[in-house]
């Protein structure tokens, strides 16, 4: 299984940005796919995930601005994120729970994402 995430960068305060991560090895429709970030100094956390049926669950600090989806003929999910904050900044990472007897957690390599005040 490989995750493939890119699309950070550094933008400014009110901008958007969209994250993707392509999926190899699994399918990312018939599994758990989520969005962690951890900025410098903090602990890894959660802002974003979905089920294979399509429901969504948000981080309260990103309720409302961010948005994830996925796009099945691509294998792909994306983070769509909106009205960016200072708070923000961190390294994105998208995650598959392979779901089944024994659930795995894939990580995919860390995208940094920058909000300039």
């Known amino acids: 299984v490989q995750l493939q995430a890119s699309g950070g960068g550094l933008v400014q305060a009110g901008e958007s940005l969209r994250l993707s991560c392509a999926a190899s090895?699994?399918?990312?429709?018939?599994?758990?796919m989520g969005w962690y970030r951890q900025a410098s100094g903090e602990e890894r956390e959660l802002v974003a995930s979905m089920t294979s049926g399509g429901s969504t669950n948000y981080d309260d600090s990103v309720k409302g601005r961010f948005s994830i989806s996925r796009d099945n003929a691509r294998n792909t999910v994306y983070l769509q994120m909106s009205s960016l904050k200072p708070e923000d900044t961190a390294v994105y990472y998208c995650?598959?729970?392979?779901?089944?007897?024994?659930?795995?957690?894939?990580w995919g390599q860390g995208t940094q994402v920058t909000v300039s005040s």
């Open positions: 090895g699994i399918i990312v429709s018939d599994n758990v």
């Open positions: 995650t598959v729970e392979e779901l089944g007897p024994i659930p795995h957690l894939y």
